[in-house]
């Protein structure tokens, strides 16, 4: 049998308007166009489908099951335009974001629950990465946009700002500096610190601030967290410079104290960074327009 979806809306039509002239004109089609057509769908079947009279037609028994059957590919064709469009709307669909840690411990949580809130068809794959892992894949068109920090380089890409990443140093409360509220960054490069694992752009863009001081740092140990950073300074095993919204985020948890650092690269920037806005899918136009990516972008 090789119905198409014209000849299930026909069928579908005589049958419910109970005559083949009604139905052809529901099905807008010219009455000898419908009856030609009914005739191969029921030459295709191998079977009658339709009683005719001089009042009508009704089904057969193979008719009944024919119409049954139609309705059901019918309405699931519908549903599949349905979702089809949905998915083109960007209403639908799965949307993948990457993040570098300050970003997902800060600005992301409380963005985020709104707009996903106003798509409940859209589901959310969020990854976390490094800010110079996330600008290399988006770079490569292995990802659409992420999060990162302005420290790492953004030449080619367009990105925009959209939340602050200031950096701060932590110390163990008993430290020879916990009783001040800022520190210039060459009084600590004598200090044993806590650093972040190795290939962190954070700790890559730190320790090139030091080698611009002709110092380098003296890492006790790496931690893969901030949380981790701040549990080990609250034990006294060092000092860290991690962001403010991490320090916030922790402090409660562990004591230590948060100084602000007076250069100007430590007052970071967090921004969107994607190719071109127009590559962009309609989903992630939507997601980077609510996170206030789209008026003022620029390309570097």
Known sequence: MRFDLADLRLFVCVVDAGSITAGARQANLALASASER????????????????????????????????????????????GELRDFGAG??????????TAALTGLLPEKLAPWLAQHPRLHMDLRERTSAEIVKMISAGLAEAGVVSDAVNLTGLTIQPVGSDHLVLI??????????????????????????????????????????LRKTLSL?????????????VSQGVGVAII??????????????????????????????????????????????????????????
């Open 171 to 212: 110390v163990p409360v008993a430290h020879r500096l916990a009783a001040s509220k800022e520190v210039c960054f060459a009084e600590i490069t004598g200090e044993q610190f806590v650093g972040l694992e190795a290939g962190s752009a954070l700790q890559d863009h730190i320790e090139e601030h030091a080698a611009g």
């Open 38 to 81: 009914l005739s191969n769908i029921e030459a295709d079947a191998g079977v009658v489908l339709l009683e005719r009279s001089r009042k009508g037609v009704v089904t057969t028994e193979a008719g009944e099951a024919l119409a049954h059957h139609a309705r059901l590919i019918l309405r699931q064709h519908s549903l599949l335009q």
């Open 220 to 232: 006790r140990i790496r931690m893969k967290t901030f949380e981790g950073s701040c549990q080990m």
């Open 91 to 100: 209403a639908r669909g799965t949307l993948q974001l990457y993040a570098n």
């Open 243 to 300: 962001p403010w919204a991490a320090a916030k985020r922790y402090r409660r948890r562990y004591p230590f104290k948060t100084l602000m650092i007076r250069e100007d690269w430590a007052r970071r920037q967090l921004c969107l960074c994607f190719q071109q806005w127009h590559t962009l899918s309609k989903p992630m136009q939507s997601l980077l327009a609510h996170l206030g990516g789209r008026p003022q972008t620029r390309s570097l």
